[in-house]
């Protein structure tokens, strides 16, 4: 199988278990055809895929082991070698697990109690996926189940990073009589002992660690200083360690130290310690690349300079591995426990031999007893008898005691059925109360929530209401300011005319002025005085014609002044 179809075989059961709603174990082609067709979407695959799935076989339905085979020789095969590494693998696993989650989602969220966000139940579900391994059920149908090592391995995880105490010994006494671990189960189980009690965001903390720790693969992560490539300075980043790179919180950071957004590991990187040095930064180590670009990195402390050390030998050893780090583990946790049941195995039927060999002997010397003492009672038939009727009433004594022992521990086993029963009904009644509370800080909420809202709406209005006004009030103001504008313009045409009327005025009076300081003209005697044609006009005719062009622009100036008066007066009037 190639690694891509080995990664997504579980994802992949869920779906098809989804599809399979008569629990029958097939599927008919149509529906997985529409499956594969948004399987060759996702990979972008050129060739129509699922016109192969029609082709494949000639039965009108699949198996669970039929439909993989296909879909890892006929699609995965597009984007998967089997020999190409998790980090290139990665983006395709995340998006088919994402895709068979949403498909069989409606299943898995079913619970009567649940505590789990719908994000943490996903990130769980990933997880469970990739620890998990197929099994076949009593009725020969295939199931997708956790052992019990991974369920202890997740557990301890989310225990540690909810900040408790991790008790394998309580873990044991509830996990051990549950035969097989599916995800229901698993999610039943983390949310009836671990997750009751804890609180919603740090319970969101835990199971995101966990999700980074097991599914993203993050080794290490923290921050630390690391030595600039354009100066000789120290800056503090904060950095994350997968098994196929280096990489930093933010693109921003490592493209301005590194030079790139992430550093690729391989087999060839080396990692180095520095030994600290009197006046130098403590703390220091080097990541070498294959392109032999150094990294200078130091710690905060000499204990993180050791988990940064460890983490980049592990990410540089498992860089090309075709399949996810903690799966490897898995595995490997899986060989250890299957050795050590061999192992038990072995030393219980080894303790059982030497059992039946003692056995046998003891029933050897019991036989060479009874003969003997059959010997010595033939020799003796008076003191066996009464050695016997002594022998008989110890025994009844010795059967007397052990009635009344039984008696006594049978009494004392119903006192403590009762004592169970007792702390099993108040336990019962204690979670039907706190179901009652929260059942009502529910309805409160709720009601509190659409009171909110009425507000909310009321208020929407009101603003509104308020903006409409203000949009009227704005219209108004600039209607106002529009005639205010026109009135003053009129205003300074008026004073402009007044101003005129006034000039023309006082240019009336100057030139009257000037008139009347002007001399009589002289007066002749009236002798007749003879004249020629042609020669000068008679004075008095040109001081007529004179005075009459005076009257008549006196008039015209009087008329004017009078005019512009009037207009001023019903500009100003109006205005």
């Known amino acids: 199988m190639a690694t891509l179809g080995q990664l997504v075989a579980n994802s992949l059961w869920f779906a098809f278990d989804a599809l399979d709603n008569q629990k029958t174990g097939v599927v008919p082609k149509s529906q997985l055809k529409v499956l594969t067709q948004n399987v060759g979407v996702l990979l972008k695959v050129e060739r129509r895929v699922e016109n192969c799935i029609a082709e494949y076989l000639s039965c009108t339905h699949l198996t669970f082991d039929q439909y993989l085979y296909f879909l890892t020789h006929e699609v995965l095969a597009e984007v998967d070698d089997g020999s190409t590494s998790y980090g290139e693998l990665k983006p395709h696993h995340d998006t088919l697990d994402h895709t068979f989650w949403l498909l069989?989602?409606?299943?898995?969220l079913q619970r009567h109690y649940p505590v789990l966000s719908e994000d943490s139940v996903y990130q769980l579900f990933r997880i469970f996926c990739l620890l998990a391994d197929r099994s076949i059920t009593r009725n020969s149908l295939s199931q997708v189940t956790l052992k019990l090592v991974e369920v202890r391995e997740i557990t301890r995880h989310l225990v540690t990073n909810l900040g408790r105490e991790w008790d394998v010994r309580d873990f044991h006494q509830l996990a051990t009589v549950i035969s097989s671990?599916?995800?229901?189960?698993?999610?039943?189980?983390?949310?009836?002992r671990y997750a009751q009690d804890a609180e919603a965001p740090a319970l969101q903390r835990a199971v995101n660690e966990m999700y980074r720790n097991f599914v993203d693969q993050v080794?290490?992560?923290g921050k630390v200083y690391q030595r600039a490539w354009w100066a000789p300075i120290w800056v503090k980043r904060e950095l994350e360690v997968k098994p196929w790179m280096l990489a930093a919180t933010s693109n921003k950071t490592m493209?301005?130290?590194?030079?790139?957004a992430q550093l690729a590991l391989s087999p060839a990187a080396t990692v180095h310690n520095i030994p600290d040095e009197p006046g130098a930064r403590t703390c220091r180590f080097t990541l070498c690349l294959e392109s032999n670009k150094l990294v200078q990195l130091a710690a905060t402390d000499h204990r993180s300079k050791s988990e940064w050390l460890r983490a980049l030998d592990t990410a540089i050893h498992h860089s090309h591995d075709t399949l996810p780090y903690h799966a490897i583990l898995s595995t490997s946790r899986k060989q250890e426990h299957a050795e050590e049941e061999a192992r038990e195995t072995a030393e219980r039927i080894r303790r059982d031999s030497q059992a039946d060999i003692i056995e046998n002997t003891q029933a050897e010397l019991e036989a060479e007893k009874m003969a003997r003492a059959e010997a010595e009672a033939?020799?003796?038939e008076e003191a066996a008898a009464r050695q016997a009727e002594e022998k008989r009433v110890l025994e009844l004594q010795t059967l007397r005691f052990q009635l009344e022992t039984l008696l006594e521990e049978e009494t004392q086993a119903k006192r403590d059925e009762e004592i169970v029963r007792n702390l099993q009904a108040r336990v019962l009644r204690e979670e039907w109360e706190r179901r009652e509370e929260l059942e009502r800080l529910q309805e409160e909420q709720r009601k509190m929530l659409e009171e909110e809202t009425k507000k909310r709406q009321e208020f929407e209005l009101q603003q509104e209401e308020k903006d409409n006004q203000l949009r009227e009030a704005e219209k108004r103001l600039r209607k106002l300011?529009?005639?205010r504008l026109r009135l003053d313009h009129e205003l300074r045409s008026a004073r402009e005319k007044i101003i005129m009327s006034e000039r023309g005025k006082e240019l009336l009076e100057a030139r009257m002025k000037v008139k009347e300081r002007t001399p009589p003209s002289r007066t002749y005697s009236l002798r007749p005085v003879r004249r020629e044609r042609g020669n000068i006009p008679m004075r008095s005719s040109s001081f007529n014609t004179h005075a009459a062009r005076l009257f008549k622009f006196r008039s015209k100036t009087d008329e004017a002044n009078d005019n512009?008066?009037?207009?001023?007066?019903?500009?100003?009037?109006s205005n």
């Not at 671990?181 to 009836?192: A, C, H, S, Y």
């Not at 493209?255 to 790139?260: C, E, H, K, R």
């Not at 512009?564 to 007066?569: A, E, L, V, W």
Request: aromatic share 10%; hydrophobic share 35%.
């Open 255 to 260: 493209s301005a130290v590194l030079g790139g």
């Open 219 to 221: 080794l290490k992560h």
């Open 481 to 483: 300011e529009s005639e």
């Open 564 to 573: 512009s008066n009037g207009n001023s007066n019903g500009n100003v009037e």
């Open 181 to 192: 671990f599916t995800f229901p189960i698993f999610l039943t189980f983390l949310e009836g």
């Open 378 to 380: 033939a020799a003796r």
């Open 104 to 108: 069989g989602r409606s299943t898995l």
